[in-house]
């Protein structure tokens, strides 16, 4: 699983699963793959549910992503509560969740087990401010209020103080205080105003000084008591906080069951989103063993590609009855397309996601492992070879504890023919008598033996007459072209029946990318020596 969870063009899909609460990105980064039919259901369940509710109101599914966006993470510690910033968030909380509930209509509710019991709990916060605002108001305690009280006549009567001293200084001095608390003057203007007792002045620079004013004994004794009540607010503020977070954390379970509903909740309506945007389907889940059938089933990162060139994409339609399937194909013919429909099908099915298919019917393995392709690389010093080997070994070790679905593209491609064939048909074989396997192998050698178990397919391949029909008479164009006209001209339907087919559209693909007439000539008469 863990090899295939790195599956690259499931990231590529993935990036677009975009949960908006802290709780549906940390159920994101645990990259589920479920293994657990009635689970599995379930989430397919819930996704449903929330994609008929979103596209019922655009107005109710647009309300409903600004309250999960605006949901925060909630810490429900005595530490984090212990003071107006975490009393903040737990009201932020509690007011997007209730604003959410509200939204969803009763059977959803039920379906997502929701059960609002907080009404009381964010009244008492409600307190603090409206919307998501948040304070220590007065109206949670008396004796804070008339400290505040106090406080603002103390306020008046410092404003009074400091206005009336500003005044007098204006008249007597021309020294305008307005909005100041300091003046810069040169020291000639400062020597008129020596001895002047309402007034403080001190050196600034060589030439000027600082002038302030000296408000005098009242305003000080003032400014003192105000310190003295300000202190007491603050007791008093804390003595409030530790009341509402004693009262939050009283409500510690419920709120734990908001926030696991609301990661649900989240997780369903983004699932529903990359339902609607990419066209998905659910997929019908069989008990193991079971067939495996897609019908125009799609492999969403090529798809988008070919759109952005404007080419056609060709989607898969297939039946795998048996447990060992072999693919058969030329390069460049769609086998690792056809193999990688299958893979990127059944880890978005098992991640809890709809499926770019019109149906996909398939079971659920316990793990799956995806071998070989382009995108091979070397490490620990091993070869190709030895790294797809190594990575066998792993996946062939894990059919004791559980099922597997094993996916092998181009698997021993690198070593010689004769003995990569004898090598594949004997694996092919060993995994066919091994019930909790299901294995798939694209390939382009021809005739592997696999025993009864297997089936063989192959893709239709390069459109020989159709391209000369079309390209009859036209100019040489550039290797973008080139690549287009393969595209266009490779037929990339999967048939029934590839036993003993042998690919032959490598020397047609060749001379298409331009490798000399002669030598392209010079292989087909090779080829013809052969048969």
Known sequence: MEKFRAFAEFETFYAHFRPLTPYGRAYREQRRFFTDAAELKAEYDLAAAMGVFLAASRHKADKLRFHLRNLPAVELTAAALDGAPGLFLARKFLFNAAEIFRLLPAPLRARFGIRWTSAELLALLNKGGAGEAFHIADAYSDDLAAERAKIAACD??????????????????????????FLVIDDKAAAALAGAAELFTEP??????TVKPVYGAEFMETAGERDRLRGREQELEAAVARKLGAAVAGEKKEIEAYIAALASVDVA???????????????????????????????????????????????????????????????????????????????????????????????????????????????????????????????????????????????????????????????????????????????????????????????????????????????????????????????????????????????????????????????????EDKK
């Open 204 to 209: 600034y620079d060589g030439t000027h000084v």
């Open 269 to 527: 309506a983004e699932r529903a989103r990359l339902t609607s945007e990419f066209g998905l389907a659910r997929p019908l889940l069989r008990k193991c063993p079971a067939p495996l059938k897609l019908a125009k089933a799609r492999f969403l990162p090529l798809e988008a590609r070919l759109k952005e060139a404007g080419l056609k994409y060709t989607p898969l339609t297939a039946v795998f009855s048996r447990r060992v399937n072999i693919i058969y194909g030329s390069n460049m013919g769609g086998k690792t397309v056809a193999l990688k429909t299958l893979a990127f099908n059944q880890l978005l099915a098992q991640s809890g996601f709809f499926v770019p298919a019109a149906a996909f019917e398939t079971c659920l393995f316990d793990g799956a492992v995806f071998i070989g392709g382009a995108e091979m690389e070397t490490a620990g010093g091993l070869s190709g070879f030895g790294l797809e080997m190594n990575d066998f070994v792993a996946a062939h070790a894990r059919l004791k504890t559980g099922s597997l679905l094993l996916l092998m593209d181009e698997f021993a491609r690198t070593t010689n023919s004769e003995e990569a064939a004898a090598l594949l048909s004997a694996i092919l074989e060993d995994l066919g008598g091994r019930p909790r396997a299901a294995a798939f192998l694209a390939t382009h050698f021809s005739g592997l033996r696999a025993g009864r178990t297997a089936a063989a397919f192959k893709m239709r391949g390069f459109d020989t007459a159709a391209f000369n029909d079309y390209f009859a008479g036209r100019s040489p164009c550039g290797l973008d072209e080139k690549l287009k006209m393969i595209n266009r001209f490779m037929r990339y339907e999967l048939l029934g029946g590839g036993e003993g087919a042998q690919a032959r559209d490598a020397i047609k693909i060749a001379g298409i990318l331009g490798v000399p007439k002669a030598v392209i000539k010079r292989a087909q008469e090779f080829m």
């Open 156 to 181: 008046r009567t410092l404003k009074a103080l400091r206005e009336k001293c500003h005044k007098a200084l204006r008249e007597r001095r021309g020294l305008d205080f307005s909005d100041r608390d």
